[in-house]
């Protein structure tokens, strides 16, 4: 479902790059000496620079049903259900990246095995990300006498709106061969949602009294659940030359993707929903992600 993040954007790789980018820079106006006359000299690794413009929206559903349990009388139902909306959007007119072809004499030839190596020029590509968080959630069927400490149940009251995360990290990969390859972006969580409470780095407690994925399955194990990472995903490029066509000025990289959750992680969307076997409640839970990826060449 997710592939690998096989090319990490790190302060380790941007050294890496900047060390091949010089030299490719001095060996670009030099010759290859041989004892023929007439032989060529090394073709050098092609770099292209674009500005990138990120348009990405995550969409969170849930929904949790558990039934009375007539073995349990002060466990109650619940009903809870919710949606969290993500919207990332790249600051102005985008970010400066870069391509670079790699080849087998290049630094980068163990880290791509010949795909192209894509960064960001200042070392991080990042956005922003606006929030809209829903959820309810109500209980009852419990005795309050049986019962000591119940309520009886009831509607939670719920302080649910929206509000603002920063320090949206995106890491570029490439997945494929060095002939055919595909372009893709992972999202990852740094900075703070900013709701209604103190700035958190967790979803869940962003807003007070908003109920945030009841039931589901293991969160902590789905940043993108959790922390609102994006789901990583890739698009090919259709043409042979790829990123380094001068030719097309403007390259246009699109994602969709659709997750299903239990109340145990993700399962395929097809499998009906299986009853929890702790307590026989039923979690039905959807991620669905998409963004638009607009590359405009230029010349630095």
């Known amino acids: 479902m997710n592939p690998p993040r096989l090319i990490p954007t790190s302060e380790r790789i941007m050294f890496a790059l900047l060390a091949a980018l010089t030299a490719l820079a001095l060996f670009a106006g030099a010759t290859v000496p041989r004892a023929d006359a007439a032989a060529k000299p090394r073709k050098a690794d092609r770099v292209a620079y674009f500005n990138a413009k990120l348009e990405a929206t995550q969409e969170i559903g849930w929904l949790y049903q558990r039934d009375l349990d007539v073995s349990n009388e002060c466990l109650g139902w619940q009903l809870a259900d919710g949606k969290t909306v993500l919207d990332y959007r790249s600051p102005g007119s985008g970010e400066k990246i870069v391509a670079m072809e790699v080849s087998k004499r290049s630094p980068l030839w163990s880290q791509t095995r010949g795909r192209p190596y894509v960064g960001a020029l200042d070392g991080a590509f990042e956005t ?110 259709a043409s042979r030359k790829g990123l380094f066509d001068p030719k097309r000025k403007r390259i246009v990289l699109t994602f969709e993707d659709y997750v299903c959750f239990d109340h145990d992680g993700v399962v395929p969307c097809e499998e009906s929903n299986q009853p929890n076997p702790e307590d026989g409640s039923f979690f039905d839970g959807t991620l669905e992600s998409e963004y638009r990826l607009t590359l405009t060449r230029t010349r630095r």
């Open 128 to 237: 922003d990300a606006a929030i809209y968080m829903e959820g309810e959630s109500e209980t009852g069927g419990v005795d309050p006498i049986k019962c000591p400490g119940a309520d009886g149940g009831g509607k939670q009251p719920t302080e649910c709106s929206s509000g603002l995360g920063d320090d949206i990290r995106w890491d570029f990969f490439t997945t494929g061969t060095a002939k055919r390859y595909s372009l893709g972006l992972e999202g990852f969580q740094r900075g703070m949602w900013r709701g209604n409470q103190a700035p958190s780095g967790s979803l869940s407690t962003a807003f007070r009294n908003c109920p945030h994925w009841v039931g589901g399955g293991p969160a902590p194990d789905y940043s993108a659940i959790a922390d609102g990472s994006f789901d990583p995903g890739a698009d090919h490029l």
